[in-house]
């Protein structure tokens, strides 16, 4: 059974809204869309959507909290049932020190024994050792003597810079890598910055791109700012799901505003070929950010009420350019 309160990093007393906070800041972590390819954090991040889908409901979480407590009132008196069978007048110390002691002499023979038996691996592999390494042999021709020996691997330092400083991210960062490998670099900015080019990589113009290790390379990413244009508003009531918004972006655009509903809602952004490219879930509201990665038409949809008469919302956006 998994701790969703360690899941979700809160205290098992926590309220409604601490439980919230804690999973939109690990949602956004987490999220498939800023760990590309990666799947621990799909996998990490399907576990913060389980967690809160239970916590967040309030007969699940009573349910939840009940089979804890019982599973761990359990094991309790398991043990407590254990110390009554073996002597009753006995302390928990007592009996612990009783029953473990005959384990740990036999620990104790097995870790000896263990030492041993890697002292004699290590002499062993020691004179095996000094028996092989001789000296190189030589082979001689009519014009001269020549020492046969063993090229060594050549490995250059790669490492990355954004500029300006904070506008965005490069993977991968930096390390040591053999000649002639070649690395797929992505650079993905941060709100509210645009990627514009590479120095150094063999196509500067693309991204991702790719670089040649042949030597000591220092790459950049650049980026610049983009500034919000007029704020659009829209207010109204549904009942079921609908589209509240569309938006024409460029690649490189970032959208970036705030939704409230009464009750909760399901809110995502979807492109032209209605393929969610950001699902935010259940929320009551919140602010949300998200950047087109293609031109194309972008939906703002709420695809889930949760109520049987009406929800109403109120948004507000900005489009960066």
Not at 50 to 66: F, G, I, M, R, V
Not at 148 to 177: D, H, L
């Amino acid at each position: 059974m998994k701790d969703y309160y360690k899941i979700l990093q809160v205290d098992s007393s926590a309220e409604q809204e601490e439980i919230k906070v804690a999973y939109r800041k690990l949602a956004q972590k987490y999220h498939p869309d800023h760990n590309r390819g990666e799947q621990w954090a799909t996998k990490k991040f399907k576990e913060i959507e389980d967690a809160y889908e239970t916590l967040s409901n309030p007969e699940k979480k009573k349910h939840y909290d009940e089979e804890w407590k019982s599973r761990n009132k359990s094991e309790d008196n398991n043990y407590e049932t254990g110390m009554k069978s073996y002597a009753p007048e006995q302390s928990k110390t007592e009996y612990k020190q009783k029953s473990n002691g005959p384990a740990r002499n036999k620990f104790r023979i097995i870790l000896l024994s263990s030492a041993c038996l890697i002292v004699a691996l290590l002499i062993t592999w020691r004179f095996a050792f000094a028996s092989t390494n001789k000296t190189p042999t030589s082979t001689v021709n009519n014009s001269a003597s020549t020492t046969t020996t063993k090229n060594a691997t050549i490995t250059y330092n790669f490492q990355t810079s954004v500029y300006p400083g904070g506008a965005g991210t490069i993977t991968p960062s930096n390390g040591t890598y053999a000649n002639g490998t070649s690395l797929s670099l992505l650079a993905t900015a941060n709100f509210p910055y645009a990627f514009t080019n590479w120095t150094e990589t063999d196509n500067n113009s693309f991204n991702p791109t790719m670089v040649t290790i042949n030597s000591d390379k220092s790459v950049t990413a650049n980026f610049k700012k983009l500034n919000p244009g007029n704020v659009q508003n829209v207010s109204d009531q549904i009942s079921g799901s609908s589209t509240i918004a569309t938006c024409q972006l460029n690649a490189g655009q970032w959208i970036q505003g705030e939704i409230s509903a009464s009750p909760d809602i399901d809110f995502r952004i979807v492109d032209a070929n209605n393929k969610t490219v950001r699902d935010y879930g259940r929320t009551s509201g919140g602010p949300f950010s998200f950047q087109a990665q293609t031109n194309g038409v972008y939906s703002l949809e709420i695809y889930g009420t949760h109520s049987l008469l009406f929800t109403r919302y109120t948004l507000s956006y900005y489009i960066y350019s």
